[in-house]
């Protein structure tokens, strides 16, 4: 019997073909062969593509982006995947392998979000394979020794839908998939020339950045006054009882010196921080000029030869193995990014960073060492270097010592409720390695007052003075503090912040919603318009992704069904139309947009003349059609009936039928399907002649035209000629000499 191994990706391949002697063999006396995805292979096909025994009817509402077609009905979907463009030859390639093995092993990524999971079913289900035996690999690494025993130690599966990791991630891709609609509803909200992307994380994002550059903006330095005490070595004396003042001026001055009593002295640590994430990385390179979109596109190449690790995983920690693996190569990667080896004394692992669980372990650098940042430079680009040296950094500092330092506690002899606190560093440890001072304020919580730090401690006389508390401005958004916020909220992985955030930052997409200029955000001006639509939705809510995740838990223990949880979607959708449309009027107003015209009303249904699905305005000149008159418009038949002037408020009897016709605008021109009216003259039921509904852009009335069928001559003075000149003149209706058929006949003069 022979097994197919599939794994997520070629390096993947690679690292199980070393671990168990080649692409194909024999190992632990089974036969195997090896063959590898590029992540995903399939993807949900368009929401039109989805309708099962669809009418050409449905096919047009799905397309439509009128509001009156929305919510979509998701048990009307099939859920139909389709090849992701230019992996035939990937697909061709795993299907050859995999059809004629006996066991699909799936050696896939273990995700939290089971995603690796979903890869390979996908595929599976695809390629209709569900016949076969199947087992799973579960491996806390890659090295040799992991995938070895996940191999002898995997795991039977009945089947695709046994698997909780499938399920939950089967749930949340169809889930994101549904949220197309909200794009929708922002855009037709909005009503202006651009397209709103919203999405679980997208709209997250926006909210955030919004509030906080409201808060950074509307900052207004409000002071408060109190008494307080200063020593020689600059350490502030507190009374948290002290009365604050509204100004300087009426704080009472009846504190004098006092000598300062040393309470206590304690030595304390903190260790290395936790290894970085990709978020964490790109946020770090932000400031620095580099764009997340570029940071990803680099650190794939470089991950690709092994330079650095695995860019999309969600471990925080590394294996005893993966330790092991790089530790050899330590001294070489500090020597690239210049950091002193005699500060790299702790060579066993700590409990803190290496526990052996997880995959892929965090981000770090790879076992192949450049000779230089300028040789990584030369063959990756100008981002290349910067991102070894913060991973490299990282990984080293937890080799370094702890941080050290003496806190000092004291009070005021003579005031005692005065007290005050220093820190005195002792050895900077872990620090000298990878730290600065950007990072010892992103550590303080929000308002924060720095703690007093020195290198001779407290001092030994207080000074009375007036101190002036300023609460400090909320700073102004950037990448580092955006990813912190969504890391602190559990919203979105490493991974898909950065790639989110690359998306809603790129220059080269149509319509951005955020700016980043080295690192610091502000609002495109779609975005202003999107954050504005957001409150009190749905989709802009930070408890939905928690809410999301908590049910795909359920999903994955089984309490839950996908079907169940899909179906609340629709109601997101009818609430967040209200509250967007609501939302929208106030935001044309604060952002000076013109008022613009409801969301015409649209037909629809397949056109005899075409045999297409097709849509068209219900209202024509301030006349809704009835149903009958678009099952006859549908049919390819003219219809009659009372239409009123807008330009004169005069009713006109209006005949014509559906048509091919084209609107210019912007000096492009675009083509539609709509009624299209015939002012020529007509023929009523008894074969007589009648005038035509309109000449020189007058409306006849009803009164003129019975005048006018009586031969009757009158005068109208708001003819309008075709270089938009208004003029008067006499009319009546007959017959031209030697021509056949009755017209308008002008007289002048």
């Known amino acids: 019997m022979t097994l197919a191994i599939l794994t997520e990706k070629p390096s993947q391949g690679r690292a199980f073909g070393q671990a168990l002697g080649g692409a194909s063999g024999s190992f632990n006396g089974e036969a195997y062969v090896i063959t590898s995805a590029r992540g995903h292979l399939y993807e949900l096909a368009q929401p039109e593509d989805q309708l099962v025994n669809a009418l050409p009817s449905d096919v047009a509402k799905m397309k439509s982006w009128n509001l009156a077609d929305l919510p979509w009905n998701e048990g009307d979907f099939s859920w139909t995947r389709v090849p992701i463009k230019g992996t035939s030859d990937t697909i061709a390639q795993v299907r050859a392998a995999l059809s004629k093995v006996d066991e699909i092993v799936i050696a896939t990524d273990l995700d939290p979000t089971g995603e690796g999971?979903?890869?390979?079913?996908?595929?599976?289900?695809?390629?209709?394979?569900?016949?076969?035996?199947?087992?799973?690999?579960?491996?806390?690494?890659?090295?040799?020794?992991?995938i070895q025993k996940a191999f002898v130690k995997r795991r039977a599966i009945k089947s695709m839908m046994d698997e909780g990791d499938?399920?939950?991630a089967d749930f949340r891709n169809k889930f994101d998939f549904l949220t197309m609609q909200f794009t929708r509803v922002a855009t037709v909200s909005a009503a202006q020339k651009a397209v709103l992307r919203q999405g679980r994380?997208?709209?997250?994002?926006?909210?955030?950045?919004?509030?906080?550059?409201?808060?950074?903006?509307?900052?207004?330095?409000?002071?408060?006054?109190?008494?307080?005490?200063?020593?020689?070595?600059?350490?502030?004396?507190?009374?948290?009882?002290?009365?604050?003042?509204?100004?300087?001026?009426?704080?009472?001055?009846?504190?004098?010196?006092?000598?300062?009593?040393?309470?206590?002295?304690?030595?304390?640590?903190t260790a290395p921080r936790r290894l970085l994430d990709l978020a964490g990385l790109a946020a770090r390179l932000s400031g620095k000029g580099v764009k997340a979109d570029h940071v990803l596109a680099t650190y794939q190449k470089m991950y690709e030869d092994q330079v650095v690790s695995y860019p999309r995983t969600e471990d925080k920690t590394i294996t005893t193995e993966q330790f092991n693996e790089l530790l050899p190569f330590v001294n070489k990667i500090a020597g690239v990014v210049n950091v002193d080896t005699s500060l790299l004394t702790q060579r066993a692992p700590r409990k803190t960073h290496v526990k052996d669980s997880g995959a892929h372990g965090a981000n770090r650098p790879g076992p192949k060492v450049p000779a230089s940042l300028d040789a990584l430079k030369a063959k990756y680009g100008p981002a290349a270097p910067l991102i070894y040296e913060e991973l490299a950094r990282s990984y080293l500092a937890m080799l370094a010592e702890d941080y050290l330092y003496e806190s000092q506690d004291g009070?005021?002899?003579?005031?005692?409720?005065?007290?005050?606190?220093?820190s005195v560093p002792k050895s900077q440890g872990w620090k000298a390695v990878f730290f600065d001072q950007d990072d010892a304020k992103s550590d303080l919580p929000a308002g924060t007052e720095a703690p007093s730090e020195n290198t001779t401690g407290l001092g030994t006389i207080g000074q009375p003075i007036v101190?002036?508390?300023?609460?400090?401005?909320?700073?102004?958004?950037?990448?580092?503090?955006?990813?912190?916020?969504?890391?602190k909220r559990d919203v979105g992985t490493g991974a898909t912040r950065t790639s989110t955030y690359a998306d809603v930052t790129s220059d080269k997409a149509?319509?951005?919603?955020?700016?980043?200029?080295?690192?610091?955000?502000?609002?495109?001006?779609?975005?202003?318009?999107?954050?504005?639509?957001?409150?009190?939705?749905r989709i802009g809510d930070l408890g939905v992704t928690e809410q999301v995740y908590a049910t795909m838990r359920d999903i994955a223990a089984g309490t839950t069904t996908a079907e169940a949880e899909l179906a609340i979607v629709a109601n997101w959708v009818r609430d967040d139309i209200e509250t967007m449309q609501r939302n929208a009027v106030s935001m044309r107003k604060e952002l000076g947009l013109s008022e613009v015209a409801q969301q015409k009303?649209?037909?629809?249904?397949?056109?005899?003349?075409?045999?297409?699905?097709?849509?068209?305005?219900?209202?024509?000149?301030g006349h809704k059609f009835t149903d009958k008159e678009v099952d006859q418009l549908l049919a390819g038949l003219e219809i009659t009936f009372k239409a009123t002037s807008a330009k004169s408020g005069n009713e006109f009897e209006a005949h014509g039928k559906l048509a091919d016709q084209i609107f210019t605008k912007d000096g492009k021109d675009h083509p539609y399907i709509g009624f299209k009216a015939d002012f020529g003259p007509k023929v009523d039921a008894k074969g007589v002649e009648q005038p035509q509904a309109k000449w020189c852009d007058h409306v006849f009335t009803a009164a003129e035209v019975k005048?006018?069928?009586?031969?009757?001559?009158?005068?109208?003075?708001?003819?309008?000629?075709?270089?938009?000149?208004?003029?008067?003149?006499?009319?009546?209706?007959?017959?031209?000499?030697?021509?056949p058929g009755k017209k308008i006949i002008p007289e002048f003069g």
């Open 117 to 146: 999971d979903a890869i390979a079913w996908n595929i599976i289900d695809e390629l209709h394979l569900h016949g076969k035996k199947f087992s799973r690999m579960e491996f806390t690494d890659e090295a040799p020794a992991s």
């Open 166 to 168: 499938y399920r939950k």
């Open 201 to 269: 994380l997208k709209s997250v994002m926006v909210n955030l950045v919004g509030a906080q550059l409201e808060a950074h903006l509307n900052y207004v330095k409000i002071p408060e006054f109190q008494n307080r005490f200063r020593d020689e070595n600059d350490v502030l004396y507190t009374n948290p009882a002290e009365p604050r003042f509204a100004t300087q001026a009426e704080v009472p001055q009846g504190y004098r010196a006092s000598k300062v009593i040393l309470d206590s002295r304690t030595n304390k640590r």
């Open 411 to 422: 009070h005021l002899e003579t005031y005692p409720l005065f007290v005050g606190r220093v």
């Open 467 to 487: 101190y002036e508390i300023v609460p400090p401005r909320p700073e102004a958004p950037s990448m580092k503090w955006l990813m912190k916020q969504l890391e």
């Open 510 to 537: 149509k319509f951005p919603l955020l700016n980043d200029k080295r690192g610091k955000i502000t609002m495109t001006e779609n975005g202003d318009m999107s954050y504005r639509l957001l409150p009190g939705t």
């Open 601 to 621: 009303e649209k037909a629809d249904g397949v056109w005899a003349v075409t045999g297409e699905p097709t849509k068209f305005n219900r209202e024509w000149s």
């Open 707 to 739: 005048q006018l069928l009586a031969g009757d001559k009158i005068f109208i003075d708001d003819f309008v000629s075709k270089k938009g000149k208004t003029f008067g003149a006499t009319v009546h209706f007959g017959e031209e000499d030697g021509k």
